[in-house]
């Protein structure tokens, strides 16, 4: 049901997103796939999100290819690093369209900003070495 509903939402408000649910009645699995082009200036990015109507949406940048870079805030399957779950854990009540579109195409202007900086100029937790410093301080 939550699957569903997801799916009616992303393609009601993002027409450049196209959904479809997989699996078995019951335990249906979303997979949207949409491009983003989050400034005028910036190139178009291929997108998948994965949904299991359980667990946090997973984001995947498909085209280009983006290497994979902790500092980049991706984790280590490539998806990306959204938001901070022990602060805002994810509820199958959220809407995709509502949260998880919208701070993709947020990450895109910051992952373009640290291309050209060399730094990730946008909101983030300290993990991995970074938190581990923050410890002993």
């Not at 400034?39 to 280009?64: A, M, Q, R």
């Not at 998806?79 to 854990?89: A, G, N, V």
Request: charged share 30%.
């Amino acid at each position: 049901m939550y699957v569903r509903r997801q799916k009616e939402l992303i393609e009601r408000d993002f027409d450049c997103f196209l959904c479809k649910t997989k699996g078995k009645p019951g335990s249906k699995q979303l997979e949207c796939y949409g491009v983003l082009q989050p400034t005028e200036e910036s190139e178009e990015y291929i997108v998948l999100i994965e949904y299991d109507g359980e667990k946090s949406p997973s984001v995947y940048v498909i085209k280009p290819i983006l290497q994979l870079d902790i500092d980049a805030h991706m984790y280590s399957d490539g998806s990306l690093c959204l938001y901070y779950p022990d602060e805002d854990p994810w509820r199958h009540k959220k809407n995709i369209a509502d949260t998880i579109i919208p701070w993709t195409a947020e990450w895109l202007v910051y992952y373009e900003l640290y291309q050209i900086t060399g730094k990730w100029l946008g909101p983030y937790v300290p993990h991995g070495e970074d938190k581990d410093s923050l410890k002993n301080n």
